[in-house]
């Protein structure tokens, strides 16, 4: 079916210290109607939007047909976004021993560094999620030392949803929390401590 290809999904992904959001979207279609490229375009804002880029191509397919839609890809990648690029060779266990060497080798001017995986034995995914980790934009490290109070312990709660807490610990009437976040993250969180320790204490209770 036609429009099937046009919706994305989008799933939670566990990962060693953060959790991603990774979202499917559209394939690549050749000869697209004229009257359907509009409709790609809010298709394609998620991945304009995204912090990493995954290019899942066949590698059981030809090189020249591999090249195509690499090229074809990036064009329209790089015209609005400035993510990593990371290209995914998927159906590796399809193919012959040393072919997928060859297929890096021929590739690698539009593919540079591809991960070679396999979704029906999951050969591969363990290096896929090592390297997502490694191209993700860098985490700050912060430490927070709060009050032990309900506002307190609502921005604790927040920071575990949206980064990671490497220590929690208490002492008397105070709580340190030492995580890592995203950089809007940890500014939001450094604003919303120093708002919490503004306050009077009998309001803070």
Known sequence: MLFT???????RAEMEKRDVLLTDTVGFISD??????????STLDSVYRADLVLLVVDASESVEAIREKLVTSHDTLYERNEAPVVT??????Q?????????????SGVAP???GVSAKTGAGVAEL???????LPEWERERLVLPVTDDAMSLVSWVHDH??????????????????????IVARARARAADIA???????V
Request: charge should be negative.
């Open 5 to 11: 290809t046009l919706g994305t999904t989008t799933r």
């Open 95 to 107: 193919l012959r021993p040393g072919e997928l060497a060859d297929k890096r080798a021929a590739l």
């Open 113 to 115: 560094d591809p991960i």
């Open 129 to 135: 999620r090592d390297r997502v980790e490694d191209e």
């Open 32 to 41: 697209l109607p004229h009257w359907l490229v509009e409709s790609f375009e």
């Open 198 to 204: 503004a306050r009077p204490a009998e309001e803070s």
């Open 163 to 184: 980064g990671y807490v490497d220590e929690e610990t208490y002492a008397g009437d105070q709580v340190t929390v030492d995580f890592e976040a995203r950089p809007s």
């Open 88 to 93: 995914v060779f998927n159906k590796i266990d």
